[in-house]
């Protein structure tokens, strides 16, 4: 299912606190410049809407959320609706997730990274497109914190596999861990848009999480 167009952002809405693009941040990142204060990161990957975000961020206070979309419409509505809520813990990057996983975050820096439904991708000649790729994969173990985590949702079987086989072969990622869906409460009480789109259609959708070890020696990948 292709991605669809977004509602009109109300254009007296100031997300100046909460949609940034690459060249705004100094390297390496640090969170106080973005959200006012240090704290446990997390980061999602290709955040769409914004959904996760603004539940996640609404639900954990203390915790600090930050997404990044290459899409700019997408950018800006989720920066809009986080702005609208007032959500301070929680901001938008709007740019490419795989240069500030290799330039912009230090080791060690996220507790988790979150990627949901990235783009499949689906022919083979731009399956080397697709945002989990070895280096990708490198820098999400080298950022995650002892005990941080990694999770990977997809609609796509084989994307899910290959994912899983690839994080085996070359990462020391513990997992992959499986992943229960919840029941929804309500409309919006899903992990991102595409998912509710997925489950309202009864479409399989494929979860695990990895964790990096919580010791300083990690076993062989």
């Not at 997992?175 to 309202?200: C, I, K, N, W």
């Not at 479409?203 to 020696?217: D, H, I, L, M, T």
Request: charged share 25%; with cysteine; proline share 6%.
């Amino acid at each position: 299912m292709g991605r669809r167009s977004v509602p009109k952002i109300d254009p007296t809405l100031d997300l100046s606190r909460h949609l940034f693009t690459l060249e705004q941040l100094a390297r390496p990142f640090d969170p106080a410049t973005v959200f006012g204060r240090h704290g446990p990161l997390e980061v999602e990957v290709g955040s769409g809407k914004g959904l996760f975000l603004r539940n996640s961020a609404a639900a954990n206070p203390e915790v600090l959320f930050l997404g990044i979309e290459l899409a700019h419409k997408y950018a800006r509505y989720a920066a809009a609706q986080l702005a609208k809520r007032g959500l301070a813990n929680a901001a938008v990057i709007d740019g490419d997730a795989l240069a500030f996983f290799s330039q912009w975050l230090a080791d060690r820096s996220a507790q988790a990274v979150h990627v949901y439904f990235p783009d499949p991708w689906w022919k083979k000649r731009h399956r080397k497109r697709r945002v989990m790729n070895e280096g990708f994969l490198a820098n999400v173990e080298r950022v995650l914190t002892p005990g941080g985590a990694l999770h990977f949702w997809t609609d796509v079987e084989e994307y899910f596999q290959s994912t899983c086989e690839l994080i085996a072969q070359r990462t020391a990622l513990l997992g992959p861990f499986p992943v229960a869906e919840s029941p929804a409460d309500h409309d919006l009480d899903y992990r991102t848009h595409f998912e509710r789109r997925m489950r309202q259609h009864n479409e399989a959708v494929f979860r695990a999480e990895y964790r990096k070890a919580a010791s300083a020696e990690q076993p062989p990948a």
